[in-house]
């Protein structure tokens, strides 16, 4: 897998991205003279190798929803006829880790892993998070290892990716009403307790640190036997902090993302911003383009994680054509 910087280029596209190429893929949607070159472009961009458009399990679950079959399959032989079956692993916190261990192993002066290339990988594995396993039900027969190796290669085919996109479409909701609920009340408690905009910022991003960050943090320590302060010390700097935070960029952009959207006052915590805030924590640290909704691309812009990231966010997807 090439490195963030070379070639391929990594594109994350949205939702909304993918179904507007496929519209015009398939005829649905005429946008101009300037969408068939786009469309061009990130067909030639795939078959040349030039550039890597994973989908995440997000795209997967969005486009399950469909219920018009026929929308719904040729959405998914257009995403995976340019996605290659590649991905983005959901675990958040599985590369938080990878990104924790990694600053550690510099200070140490130790061989550091390419994160890159494992969070973003081909197969069905990668995209849900788990291998596949083969087991005999109601108390079968056992089936043959020549047979396991064969069915779990098919399952990290793209044939496999496609028909799970031709189930029964899911119900679920991202998250409950009463979950969002209760961020709206956390979003509404830091307002009233925090007047102060930096020190609210300050207070977010400690807290966030000391729930999600520490105890993983915690478990590295002790692994490699190093003392407990070896990385958060009782008189760290601002600058040492933020340079510890900068070192693990998915969850700056996990933090990030969920605070200035909690600055959002007047919008409603959304169903589908729990998803989108996930994925994105993924996808800007490890693609170099990312296209994705206004709210997002203006917050990223503001946050100066653009910057921080060294990838390029927009909203536009016709931006594209300045890099393909």
């Known amino acids: 897998m090439a490195q963030k910087g070379k070639e391929p280029l990594v594109i994350y596209l949205d939702q909304k991205c993918w179904i507007e190429l496929a519209r015009l893929y398939f005829g649905k949607e005429e946008k101009g003279q300037q969408s068939k070159v786009l469309l061009a472009k990130i067909e030639t961009a795939v078959k040349e190798n030039k550039a890597l458009f994973p989908i995440t399990l997000t795209n ?7 219920n018009n079959m026929e929308s719904r399959k040729k959405l998914a032989y257009f995403m995976f006829k340019i996605s290659q079956g590649y991905s983005f692993q959901p675990d958040v916190k599985k590369t938080i880790h990878m990104e924790m261990s990694n600053f550690i192993f510099k200070k140490l002066s130790r061989p550091t892993v390419d994160i890159r290339s494992a969070v973003l990988e081909h197969g069905v594995s990668n995209l849900v998070g788990a291998k596949a396993t083969i087991t005999s039900k109601n108390g079968g027969k056992p089936v043959p290892e020549e047979v396991k190796a064969q069915l779990l290669t098919l399952a990290e085919s793209t044939w496999a990716l496609n028909y799970l996109l031709n189930i029964s479409p899911t119900k679920e909701n991202y998250v409950t009403q009463e979950e969002i ?22 207070f977010y991003f400690a807290q966030s640190i000391l729930e999600l960050l520490l105890p993983e943090l915690a478990k590295i320590l002790y692994d490699l036997n190093l003392p407990h302060d070896f990385i958060i ?8 902090m933020d340079e510890f935070l900068e070192a693990i960029p998915t969850a700056l952009c996990l933090f990030t993302l969920s605070y200035y959207r909690d ?22 640290p490890y693609s170099d383009v990312v296209i994705t909704e206004r709210m997002w691309t203006g917050i990223c812009e503001n946050s100066k994680l653009c910057e921080k990231c060294n990838t390029k966010v927009f909203s536009s997807i016709y931006k594209l054509l300045d890099y393909l």
């Open 181 to 202: 609920d209760i961020m709206e009340r956390s979003r509404r408690d830091l307002l009233l307790k925090y007047k102060d905009n930096d020190l609210r910022y300050r």
């Open 60 to 66: 997967y679950d969005e486009a399950l929803r469909r």
């Open 263 to 284: 600055q959002l006052y007047d919008r409603p915590i959304q169903a589908n911003d729990f998803n989108d805030i996930w994925f994105l924590s993924l996808a800007i």
């Open 233 to 240: 010390k009782r008189d760290m700097s601002r600058k040492d």
